[in-house]
């Protein structure tokens, strides 16, 4: 299995970037995928969630009403995109995929496979 995140990148404040994860190796309609990321010095923690096909969402506090998730599980893909960045929105975004029977999404972190990450920074 392979998580393949891309579409990093360094932004102004107020800028958008559009993160993209390509899934290989799995069937990705049976994976609740999400979104975390970790800035230095931090703990890993989570940005948004998509449940296995859609429209079952949920986002952290500091993200909502700017970033949205989104899936295609025939292209096995899942997208952030992320508008009105901000300097504390920096960090290396990771993709995950969990294995579930739920609808939902899950915003722990005990997923089963995790990308390799894709550094966001936000500077002016």
């Known amino acids: 299995v392979q998580l393949q995140a891309s579409g990093g990148g360094l932004v102004h404040p107020g800028g958008s970037l559009r993160l993209s994860c390509v899934a290989a190796?799995?069937?990705?309609?049976?994976?609740?995928m999400g979104w975390f990321r970790q800035a230095p010095g931090k703990e890993r923690e989570f940005v948004a969630t998509?449940?296995?096909?859609?429209?079952?969402?949920d986002y952290a506090d500091a993200v909502k009403g700017r970033f949205t998730i989104e899936r295609d599980n025939a292209k096995k893909m899942v997208t952030l995109q992320m508008n009105s960045l901000k300097p504390e929105d920096t960090a290396v975004y990771y993709c995950?995929?969990?294995?579930?029977?739920?609808?939902?999404?899950?915003?722990?972190?005990?997923?089963?496979?995790w990308g390799q990450g894709t550094q966001v920074t936000v500077s002016s």
């Open positions: 995950a995929a969990k294995f579930t029977f739920s609808s939902f999404g899950s915003k722990s972190t005990n997923y089963d496979y």
């Open positions: 190796g799995l069937t990705l309609s049976n994976h609740a």
């Open positions: 998509i449940g296995r096909h859609a429209p079952s969402t």
